[in-house]
Each structure stands twice: as structure tokens, then as C-alpha cells.
């Protein structure tokens, strides 16, 4: 290990340390307060009382879950490097859609999210209204530039990891330069690995930026990443802003003075925040073709609400974790460790027969939807085009039966059971009949949809 990745492991083991040391400070006694860089880390962790691995889920709720697929079908139907639409779309694109034109609407969204099951909207005049203000390019940057500077992530290939360390961030940053030596991510990679940290490509490195210069270079870097076939684009400098503001509309940028559905007297309040006293701001994240947020889960409701462009987003229920390899401890801990977009990894007789177990279901959201995903549901993201989404999250919601102990599984590193001779066989049949597809060699493949 080279001096400088020495150190940045001490770091991350140092920060990963304090943060385990104030979690069971906070659950032993409740008065501690985690550092700011940690706050919200372990709040899944800390939501144990509303998780009941013994009990039986409330009635109604397998009967309007959404039809499952296998995730290593999912996957191998649509390498997730391909930021191109399938001809004739997704044919596991099962979730319930709700027109809000339609009489009912915020009654049956309020009993699907009650249940804690993923659900989209359609229709929404509020969000139509700002899908169509924030289509111009001249009124984004305007309605964004009241900041001077943002912190931009960057990477050498479409992968953004998320990573809690800033300290440790900032130190890969200089090992990405090319005058280091590293051509490209995957050399980068070899030589960082950082406790608890395993996933293939380097985490993103921050960078200051303002917003009309982020805008103008994610458009002009996505021009050339056209021209590429898939697994080139793959391989091509992608930029990628997350940024919060009020969702009360007190904030400086068009975040919360365009979008309302959270004003006091607004209908749709009680149905995106049930939780007032616990609300997590609202964000948005600006990205560019070809990006790809790793799959994770987060601890809280989450409504996402897609304002320009579109998004690919592959969903998992809770129990599906123990399949993923998720990451336990460590910068990017509940995230999942393998690249989903690797036919190497997606090859791994055992890694495919877990995949071929786990459920799934995927959707494209498109501008003015909005999409439920309830806590602890595990969700991969895939950014089809120049796009801005958004989201809002509020409460935690209950698990019961096997989501309930699959996620308990993952928080401490349990393994799933190893697969089954004949689960191994059948899985490896079918990575044998699609990996051809799946490795997107040729540049035909390219453009297959108006993305």
C-alpha cells in the first residue's frame, strides 16, 4: 500500500471509529450527538423499534405488491452502462401508476404509502407546471446561480459511489490526476481500497464549480459521450451535482421557490411529509447521461419527483440485501459492493445464482412523475439524459417478516445461505445465453430510444 492511501485507511478507520463510538452512544443513552458528517448515517441503524423480523406485514400488503422479476433477469435484460431506452421499454416495469387526474388518487397513494409499497403518480399539475420551467437551459442556470459555487462530484466513468468522507475524498483527488500515473479508474482502484470499502471504482472526487460552468461542461461532455458506443461512454469523465434547499420555500434557488407541495395549505402535504417533525430537506440531483447512482437503501420515506429528463430505477424490497453485498462498515456502508454493469462480476457462478433469488422491478420515471419509495427498499439509478430530479424524505416506515431480518442481516455482514447445485446451474444458464448482449460491444446498440 502506497504512503498516501496508508494514511487515507487510517482516516477513514479513524472517522468510521467515531461514528460507530457516538451510534452507541446515542442508542445506550440518547443524549450523544453524532459528528456532522456522520448525522443521518446511522438513523437507519437507529429505527430498530419500528422493524419487527416476528411479525406478519398488515393486510393487504402482499396483495398490492408489484409483480417480482429475478434482478439477475433485470439485469442482464438491460446492462445498466446503457443509458438507452430498450425498444418497446422495460418489461419489468410492474409498479402501480396512479393518474392524479383520476377521483381517488391521494387515497389510494395514501394507502400504498401506509403499506410502505412503491407506487408512481402521473399527472400532477404542480409538477408538470415546474417540468416545463426547468426544460430551458436559461432559466436552470439562472434559477441556480444565486449560489456562487457548488461542490461538483466527478468521476472517470459513469459510477458515483456515494462516500461520507470528505477527508478521505479529498486525498483520492490528487491520486486521479494524470500526472499520478492513473489512466483510468480501475488503476486508480487497484491501489485504494480503504476499509469496508469494496466496490470496483473509486469513490467521486469534489470539486468547485459554479453552477452555469457545471451545466455548460456536463453538456458539452455528454455531446462527446454520444459519439461513443456504450462501454466507451462508460469509461468517459462524467459530472454530478446533489444539492439541498428549504422544502418550506424559504430557500435562494428555484428548488423551493418553484416546487410547492409542501406549503402548509397545500392538498398534497400530508401525503409526501407524514412525518412533519421529522422531514430530511429536499434535494436534487443535476446529472448527465450515463450516470449512475450505486444501489443503496435509504432509512427514511423517500418521494423522488423527476422535473426534466429521465431516470432508469431498478428496485428491490428489503429482504433482497443479503443478495447485493452490501457494504456493512466503512465510507459507503449500505451501499452495494458489486458493480451490477461488470460481466465479470455479473459471470460469478455464486454472484448469479444470489442475484437469480433476489426480487426486483425496475421503472423509467419521466419528467412531472413522481415515484414512492418506502424505507429500506433498495434502489439503483441510472440517469437516461440531461436530467434533474428531486426528493423529499419524511418518517421511517415499518418492515416486518423477511425485509425486516434481511436488513438486519445486512447491517452486521451476514451471508446469505451459499446457492444450491442446482440454483448455480440455472443461474450460469442464464448469464451463458445473455452476456454477449450484456458486455455492449458494438456501437449498434447505441441510441436505441429518443433518451
Not at 405488491?65 to 416495469?93: H, I, Q, R, T, Y
Not at 459511489?161 to 477527508?167: C, D, I, T, V, W
Not at 451501499?335 to 461488470?342: K, W
Amino acid at each position: 500500500m502506497r504512503p498516501s492511501y496508508r494514511k487515507m485507511a487510517l482516516v477513514g478507520v479513524g472517522l468510521a471509529a467515531a461514528a460507530l463510538a457516538a451510534s452507541a452512544s446515542v442508542v445506550a443513552g440518547g443524549a450523544a450527538r453524532l459528528p456532522a458528517a456522520f448525522r443521518g448515517l446511522a438513523s437507519a441503524s437507529l429505527a430498530t423499534d419500528k422493524r419487527h423480523p416476528d411479525a406478519a406485514p398488515p393486510e393487504g400488503y402482499a396483495e398490492n405488491l408489484p409483480k417480482f422479476a429475478s434482478m439477475l433477469d433485470v439485469l442482464l435484460a438491460w446492462n445498466p452502462d446503457d443509458p438507452a431506452e430498450p425498444a418497446g421499454g422495460s418489461k419489468f416495469d410492474t409498479l402501480e401508476v396512479i393518474d392524479w387526474a383520476t377521483e381517488g388518487a391521494m387515497e389510494r397513494a395514501t394507502e400504498l404509502r401506509n403499506l410502505e409499497i412503491p407506487f408512481k403518480i402521473k399527472n400532477m399539475p404542480e409538477l408538470d407546471e415546474v417540468a416545463k420551467k426547468w426544460a430551458d437551459d436559461d432559466y436552470v442556470i439562472e434559477g441556480m446561480s444565486s449560489r456562487k459555487s457548488y461542490t461538483i462530484n466527478t468521476a472517470h466513468n459513469g459510477h458515483f459511489m456515494f462516500y461520507q468522507s470528505n477527508a478521505m475524498a479529498k486525498e483520492l483527488k490528487k491520486s486521479l490526476r494524470p500526472a499520478n500515473g492513473y489512466s483510468s479508474s480501475k488503476q486508480a482502484s487497484n491501489a485504494f481500497k480503504p476499509r469496508g470499502y469494496t466496490f470496483d471504482h473509486p469513490p467521486p472526487v469534489p470539486l468547485p464549480m459554479s453552477f452555469a460552468k457545471f451545466w455548460e461542461e456536463s453538456a458539452a461532455l455528454e455531446e462527446a459521450n454520444k459519439a461513443k458506443p456504450p462501454n466507451e461512454d462508460a469509461e468517459s469523465r462524467h459530472l454530478y451535482l446533489s444539492t439541498g434547499d428549504s422544502w418550506e420555500g424559504a430557500g435562494d434557488t428555484m428548488i423551493s421557490r418553484d416546487i410547492n407541495l409542501f406549503e402548509k395549505d397545500a392538498p398534497t402535504r400530508d401525503l409526501f411529509i407524514p412525518e412533519p417533525t421529522d422531514v430530511r430537506g429536499q434535494h436534487c440531483r443535476f446529472g448527465m447521461r450515463g450516470v449512475v447512482a450505486e444501489q443503496h437503501w435509504d432509512g427514511h420515506r423517500n418521494f423522488i419527483y423527476m422535473l426534466r429528463g429521465m431516470k432508469r430505477y431498478v428496485i428491490n424490497p428489503p429482504a433482497a440485501c443479503t443478495a447485493m453485498d452490501m457494504m456493512h462498515s466503512g465510507p459507503s456502508r449500505r451501499h452495494a459492493g458489486i458493480d451490477f454493469s461488470d460481466p465479470e462480476a455479473i459471470s460469478d457462478p455464486e454472484t448469479a445464482a444470489q442475484l437469480d433469488k433476489a426480487q426486483a422491478v425496475e421503472t423509467v420515471l419521466r419528467a412531472g412523475e413522481i415515484l414512492y419509495m418506502p424505507s429500506f427498499w433498495l434502489h439503483y439509478i441510472v440517469s437516461m439524459g440531461r436530467s434533474i430530479q428531486c426528493n423529499t424524505r419524511s418518517g421511517v416506515g415499518h418492515m416486518y417478516g423477511e425485509d425486516a431480518a434481511g436488513i438486519n442481516k445486512c447491517e452486521v455482514g451476514r451471508s446469505p445461505p451459499p446457492a444450491t447445485p442446482e440454483e448455480l446451474a440455472t443461474a450460469t444458464a442464464k448469464v451463458e445465453a445473455k452476456i454477449n448482449d450484456f458486455r455492449l460491444p458494438q456501437a449498434a446498440r447505441w441510441g436505441r430510444s429518443k433518451a
